[in-house]
């Protein structure tokens, strides 16, 4: 199986870079928040839990994280790999993950971590406000509470996985074509 983490600040171009390399690799795309909007659309308990959170634009508690991507992965045994998106968000999140997948006979291969300033990424929220309907993406109050939370629990996670050898930094900002090329050339070095 090839794992991959998608990493970079809300509003890196994330989704966008999932979405291609999905269909070039042939992988399941495993994005926390879509699950959690999912969850909160079917009024799942969890969903109703995840509300309050995410609305404030804070990290959902991460034994729920956890669990709710423990249940994704089983419920996938035939897939080539994993691309993870929004998650691990936290080093606990990311110990987690390595445990699960060890369980699994399996580890994540790279991490590669969308690099845009912070200027960039408030632009590209307040357009995306407009047309995504997020109620997380509405107020600049909570942009930045979002942009704050990244900085203080999930950057941790990009030395996590350099520590292993594992990150690669790509430059977000440009065409979004010559961003999947260079994503495109770190994955097939570890393929
Ligand atoms: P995203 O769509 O990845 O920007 O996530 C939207 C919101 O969902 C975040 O601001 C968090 O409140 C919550 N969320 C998504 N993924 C996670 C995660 N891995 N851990 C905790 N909270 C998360």
Same mark, same amino acid.
């Given at each position: 199986m090839l794992n991959i983490v998608l990493f970079g600040p809300p509003g890196a171009g994330k989704g966008t870079q999932s979405k291609k390399i999905i269909e070039k690799y042939h992988l399941i795309h495993l994005s926390t928040g879509e699950l959690l909007r999912?969850? +909160?659309?079917? @009024?799942?308990e969890l969903g109703k839990v995840a509300h309050t959170y995410i609305d404030q634009g804070n990290l959902v508690p991460d034994d729920l994280v956890i669990k709710m =991507?423990? =249940? /994704?992965?089983?419920?996938? *045994?035939?897939?080539?790999?994993?691309?993870?998106? @929004?998650? *691990?968000?936290? =080093?606990?999140? &990311? /110990? %987690?993950?390595?445990?699960l997948l060890e369980k699994k006979g399996e580890k994540i291969a790279? +991490?590669? %971590?969308?690099? $845009?300033?912070?200027e960039e990424l408030k632009n590209r929220l307040k357009l995306r406000a407009q047309i995504s309907g997020r109620t997380d993406d509405q107020d600049e109050e909570r942009i930045n509470n979002r942009i704050a939370v990244y900085k203080k629990e999930t950057l941790p =996670? &990009?030395?996590?996985?350099?520590?292993?050898?594992?990150?690669?930094? !790509?430059?977000? $900002? @440009?065409?979004?074509?010559? !961003?999947f090329n260079d994503i495109c050339k770190a994955i097939d070095q570890v393929k």
């Open positions: 999912e969850h +909160m659309s079917n @009024g799942t =991507v423990d =249940v /994704e992965i089983d419920s996938h *045994p035939e897939t080539n790999g994993f691309i993870f998106d @929004g998650f *691990p968000r936290t =080093v606990k999140q &990311a /110990e %987690a993950l390595d445990e790279l +991490m590669i %971590a969308l690099d $845009v300033d912070e =996670v &990009a030395e996590y996985y350099e520590k292993q050898s594992k990150l690669k930094r !790509i430059k977000g $900002v @440009g065409e979004i074509d010559e !961003i």
